[in-house]
C-alpha cells in the first residue's frame, strides 16, 4: 500500500494571487493627497478645478497595486505619496514629511508613477537607516575596545566611584561623558574592565583605609602629648583651683591653651594685640564720621576682607624685625585687615594692618595676631642676647 501523503493548504497573500481569468478582477477605492504650486493651481482652474492647493483625489486601483496603498486603522486607503523619500545631493535617501507639489494637474498614471518611485525610495530608506546603525554600532564597539585597552594598560586610572565600581559593572569618564563596561556585555577585553575597575577600587580603599589608621594613630599620639603638657604645666604653673579641676577632670583645654600662648608671647608685649570684635571696631570708626553719628553695626552687618601684604613700608618693616629677634623660631606674616560696612557701599572702610605670629611649643602650634603701630619700635629696645653680643 502506498503511504498517503498529507496535504497542507496553503494561504497565499492577497499581493500573490493569481486571479483566475474567468473571475473579474477586484478594485480599491483609495484616496490620493498631493499640492499644486501656482502654475498648476492656475493649470487647475483651466481645467474646471477648484484651483486650490491642496487636492485630494479618489482613485480605483486594481488588486495588483496593493503595495502602493496605505490602509489605516480605522480602514481608509490612501496612496502612498506621504512622506516622501527623495535623494539627497550626497546621494543618500532622506525623509520628506510633506505631500508632493506639482506645477500641473497630475493624471492617475502620474500619481502611480510617484506612488511607486516613493515605494522604492522608502525601502532603500530603511536599509540604509539599518546599514547606518550597523556601521555605528561597529564604531562604537570598537572605540570602546580603544577605551579599555587604554584603561587596563594604565594601572592608575579608576573608574568613577560615585556609583561605586562592582564586579559587574562600572562607568569610566571618557572623552564621550561617562561610559558604562558591563562584564556580560561587549567583546572580550570590554567584559575585564568592570573586574579590573572593582580590584583597583578595592586596593584604593585599602589603603585609605590604612593612610586613615596611621593619622589616627598619630593624632592620638599627640593629644597623648598635649595631655602630657597641660598636666605639668598646670603641676609647674597652675594655681592650687586649677590643679584641683584637672585631678576632677574639670580644667579646660582652652584655658591651658591661652595661659601658654600668654607665657609663649609675653617678649611681645610691646605691641597691641588685634581686636577680634570688628563690630565694636567698625562702629566706633563710623561714628567718628558726620555722616553716621548714630550708627549701630551688629555683627551680621558687615564682613572682613583679609589679605597678605607682600610689601611693607619701613616702620612695618622694623617691627617684623623686632618680633623676630625677641621670637626667632616664629613665623611672621604681614597682613591687611578691612571691614566693610554692608549698609551702605560708599561708607569709609576700616583698615588696619597686623602681624600674624606663629610659634610651636612642644606639639602645641600657637599664634596671635597683633596691630602693627604707626611708629617704629624704639632703636634702644634691644634682646638679652643682642646685649650680650655687644658686652
Known amino acids: 500500500m502506498d503511504a498517503a501523503m498529507p496535504h497542507v493548504s496553503?494561504?497565499?497573500s492577497a499581493l500573490h494571487v493569481v486571479t483566475p481569468a474567468s473571475e473579474p478582477q477586484r478594485t480599491l477605492k483609495v484616496r490620493a493627497e498631493y499640492r499644486l504650486d501656482e502654475a498648476g493651481r492656475k493649470a487647475s482652474l483651466l481645467q474646471g478645478g477648484n484651483g486650490q492647493a491642496s487636492q485630494r483625489v479618489v482613485l480605483t486601483l486594481p488588486s495588483t497595486r496593493l503595495h502602493l496603498v496605505h490602509v489605516a486603522k480605522d480602514g481608509s486607503a490612501r496612496l502612498?505619496?506621504?512622506?516622501?523619500?527623495?535623494?539627497?545631493?550626497?546621494?543618500?535617501?532622506?525623509?520628506?514629511?510633506?505631500?508632493?507639489?506639482?506645477?500641473?494637474v497630475p493624471t492617475t498614471d502620474e500619481l502611480l508613477q510617484?506612488?511607486?518611485?516613493?515605494h522604492e525610495l522608502e525601502r532603500g530608506f530603511f536599509g540604509q537607516k539599518t546599514t547606518s546603525r550597523v556601521a555605528r554600532r561597529e564604531a562604537f564597539g570598537q572605540w570602546l575596545e580603544?577605551?579599555?585597552r587604554e584603561f587596563l594598560a594604565d594601572p592608575n586610572r579608576r573608574a568613577i566611584v560615585h556609583p561605586a565600581p562592582t564586579a559587574?559593572?562600572?562607568?569610566?569618564?571618557?572623552?564621550?561623558?561617562?561610559i558604562h563596561f558591563y562584564a556580560y556585555s561587549g567583546s572580550t577585553i570590554v567584559r575585564q574592565v568592570p573586574l579590573e575597575a572593582f580590584r583597583r577600587f578595592q586596593n584604593d580603599q585599602r589603603i585609605r583605609h590604612g593612610q586613615a589608621n596611621i593619622q589616627r594613630e598619630r593624632d592620638v599620639a599627640i593629644n597623648a602629648e598635649r595631655r602630657r603638657m597641660m598636666e605639668g604645666w598646670v603641676a609647674t604653673h597652675g594655681t592650687p583651683e586649677q590643679r584641683e579641676r584637672l585631678s576632677a577632670g574639670a580644667f579646660p583645654k582652652s584655658e591651658w591653651l591661652a595661659a601658654v600662648a600668654d607665657a609663649t608671647f609675653a617678649p611681645l608685649g610691646a605691641l597691641p594685640m588685634y581686636d577680634s570684635n570688628g563690630a565694636?571696631?567698625?562702629?566706633?570708626?563710623?561714628?567718628?564720621?558726620p555722616a553716621h553719628p548714630s550708627i549701630v553695626v551688629t555683627r551680621g552687618s558687615y564682613r572682613v576682607v583679609t589679605k597678605p601684604l607682600t610689601t611693607a613700608s619701613q616702620v612695618q618693616w622694623e617691627w617684623m624685625q623686632w618680633v623676630r629677634r625677641r621670637l626667632p623660631a616664629a613665623n611672621v606674616h604681614l597682613?591687611?585687615?578691612?571691614?566693610?560696612w554692608n549698609g551702605d557701599a560708599r561708607a569709609p572702610r576700616h583698615r588696619t594692618t597686623t602681624l600674624l605670629v606663629t610659634t610651636s611649643v612642644g606639639a602645641l602650634n600657637v599664634r596671635r595676631e597683633f596691630t602693627v603701630p604707626e611708629v617704629a619700635p624704639a632703636a634702644t629696645e634691644r634682646t638679652k642676647e643682642e646685649l650680650c653680643a655687644t658686652a
Do not use: M
Request: aromatic share 4%.
Open 280 to 289: 565694636r571696631t567698625l562702629q566706633d570708626f563710623l561714628r567718628q564720621l
Open 114 to 118: 510617484e506612488a511607486a518611485r516613493n
Open 80 to 104: 502612498k505619496l506621504r512622506p516622501q523619500f527623495r535623494l539627497n545631493d550626497d546621494q543618500r535617501i532622506v525623509l520628506i514629511d510633506a505631500r508632493p507639489t506639482f506645477d500641473h
Open 10 to 12: 496553503r494561504a497565499e
Open 335 to 340: 597682613r591687611e585687615r578691612e571691614l566693610i
Open 146 to 148: 580603544q577605551t579599555a
Open 168 to 178: 559587574r559593572v562600572c562607568q569610566l569618564a571618557t572623552s564621550r561623558g561617562p
